[in-house]
């Protein structure tokens, strides 16, 4: 029986009442991704006969999420346990010969460790497998109990433990395979027999094994993997694991990461051989960086592509942006949407791009606003410089050929263009057409007038002696005093 005969069931139906949160439970991020993203990632490299989610709770939030990675979705419209999530999915499960059953809250579970999992589950020709985990505190957890031959007899709530179960610490992940020809019979047989009148899953468990079917546990080899979310405590672990499985990760692949303790690495950043990231950097979503580059303290880089040899300096913000081979940024740049930045660029002090192409060698080192421009190779931006994009209705283009000269302190009225090899003088405010290697300035003529400033000091001074003295309040109160004697 290979995986192509098994389904998967993800149940995500659900609120998490004790995050205390407007959001459903499995809209959560950890990791870069919401909770039910990292558990449906977990389970496409098992190359199943299909995934399906249980959605009830911002139901269509979640496939929104889910659909696009080749998940379909299952309505339970009424929350009545994990029992009848599964019941609701029977249909979408026509044609399986197993399931394999996962809460969307259990990000950290590993592709490795389901497929293992679901081999145990052939092999051992069961009617269900578990994924347990040994916990040293067990506490909160259902107990796996196992009979002397290894097999399972029940799973048994931490609440409902006898005396001499309490130190069993093999605990219930709420991962499980079934045989669906084995399993049907038994759900048919659940009853909501207990204080939130629903079905139980671990109920179904308890019915196969009185059956005598073969129910087998097997223990997951990193119980972090079973860890579930629901305190925001526990979500804030969770992501900690995942940002430290991301830069052990990484550091394999031969990155160095200064104080690994302090980064945020999303699971699907890539960096190349040698590449240096410093304390305190954020690296997250599709991030791809090349060999040889530096990231410097503090910066955050989303949804970016950085060529090798790319240098990042401190506090820099780039998102959704390009950077090939050479480039350096910052410090205290921003790269916002579709900037590109061209081989050997750089992009300054409090520089921002938007939708921007820097050629090559181009250099933007100060102070400078780039919004929808287009600034060919080799030119040099002054510091200050703005290109005025939007005119309260669109956004227009600016365009600056190769090799031009723009001073500090100008301002580019778009739609405009500067030619190559053309010179701008500081100060001026561009709303014409510059020809190539030709000399713009667009400033008011400087008038020097000689003497004035002598002359104006000189009638504040006569201003200033004319006014009456005013007497502080000192020396009121001493002459009252001296009157009153």
Same mark, same amino acid.
């Given at each position: ?32 991704r919401t909770l039910v993203e990292q558990v449906v990632h977990a389970c496409m490299g098992l190359k199943t006969r299909g995934i399906h989610v249980v959605v009830g709770h911002q139901g269509e939030q ?16 009424? $929350? ?13 499960l026509a044609g399986a010969k197993c399931v394999l059953v996962l809460p969307g809250d259990a990000p950290l579970v590993r592709t490795e460790t389901l497929a293992e999992l679901m081999r145990a589950h ?40 006898? $005396?001499?179960?309490? @130190? ?10 079934? @045989? ?41 080899? @990193? ?24 830069a052990e990760k990484l550091m394999a692949a031969g990155v160095s990461i200064q104080f690994p303790e302090t980064v945020v690495i999303d699971s699907e950043v890539i960096a190349g051989t040698d590449t ?51 480039? $350096? ?48 190779? @080799? ?107």
């Amino acid at each position: 029986m290979a995986n192509h005969d098994f389904a998967v069931v993800i149940l995500a139906a659900g609120k998490g009442t004790r995050l205390k949160s407007n959001l459903a439970k499995v809209l959560h991020r950890a990791g870069g991704r919401t909770l039910v993203e990292q558990v449906v990632h977990a389970c496409m490299g098992l190359k199943t006969r299909g995934i399906h989610v249980v959605v009830g709770h911002q139901g269509e939030q979640v496939a929104a999420l889910v659909t696009p990675l080749g998940a379909k979705t299952v309505l339970q419209q009424l $929350q009545r346990g994990t029992g009848h999530a599964l019941l609701v999915a029977r249909r979408a499960l026509a044609g399986a010969k197993c399931v394999l059953v996962l809460p969307g809250d259990a990000p950290l579970v590993r592709t490795e460790t389901l497929a293992e999992l679901m081999r145990a589950h052939r092999d051992g020709t069961a009617a269900a497998t578990i994924l347990s985990a040994m916990l040293g505190n067990p506490a909160g957890y259902g107990r796996v109990i196992r009979r002397t031959d290894g097999t399972v007899s029940a799973i048994v709530e931490q609440t409902q433990l006898a $005396q001499n179960q309490r @130190d069993i610490n093999e605990v219930n992940s709420s991962i499980y395979c079934f @045989d669906l020809q084995k399993l049907w019979p038994a759900m048919a047989r659940l009853k909501p027999e207990n204080a939130h009148r629903e079905l139980y899953l671990t109920d179904a468990i308890a019915l196969l094994a009185q059956g005598n079917q073969t129910v087998l546990a097997r223990v997951a080899p @990193d119980a972090n993997e079973i860890l579930g979310c629901n305190t925001r405590e526990e979500l804030a672990e969770v992501d900690r694991t995942f940002r430290r499985r991301a830069a052990e990760k990484l550091m394999a692949a031969g990155v160095s990461i200064q104080f690994p303790e302090t980064v945020v690495i999303d699971s699907e950043v890539i960096a190349g051989t040698d590449t240096i990231i410093e304390a305190n950097v954020q690296l997250l979503g599709r991030t791809k960086i090349g060999a040889n580059c530096t990231i410097r303290t503090g910066s955050v880089i989303s949804d970016c592509m950085l060529g090798d040899n790319v240098i990042v300096k401190p506090y820099s913000v780039l998102h959704a942006s390009r950077v090939a081979a050479g480039a $350096q940024i910052g410090p205290f740049a921003h790269l916002r949407e579709a900037a590109d930045l061209h081989e050997n660029s750089r992009v300054g002090n409090f520089v921002e791009v938007k939708k921007s192409t820097i050629g090559k060698g181009v250099k933007a080192m100060h102070l400078s606003y780039l919004g929808d421009a287009k600034i060919g190779d @080799d030119s040099n931006i002054g510091a200050g410089t703005i290109t005025c994009n939007y005119d309260g209705v669109n956004k227009n283009p600016t365009i600056i050929g190769r090799k031009v000269f723009i001073g500090s302190d100008t301002a580019l009225v778009a739609p405009v263009r500067v030619g190559d090899g053309a010179y701008v003088g500081a100060g001026s405010v561009v709303t014409e057409n510059v020809p190539a290697d030709a000399l713009a300035i667009a400033r008011g003529k400087q008038v020097n007038k000689a003497g004035w400033a002598r002359a104006r000091r000189r009638e504040m001074a006569v201003k200033l002696a004319a006014r009456p003295k005013r007497i502080s309040k000192k020396t009121k109160a001493s002459r009252h005093k001296n009157k009153s004697r």
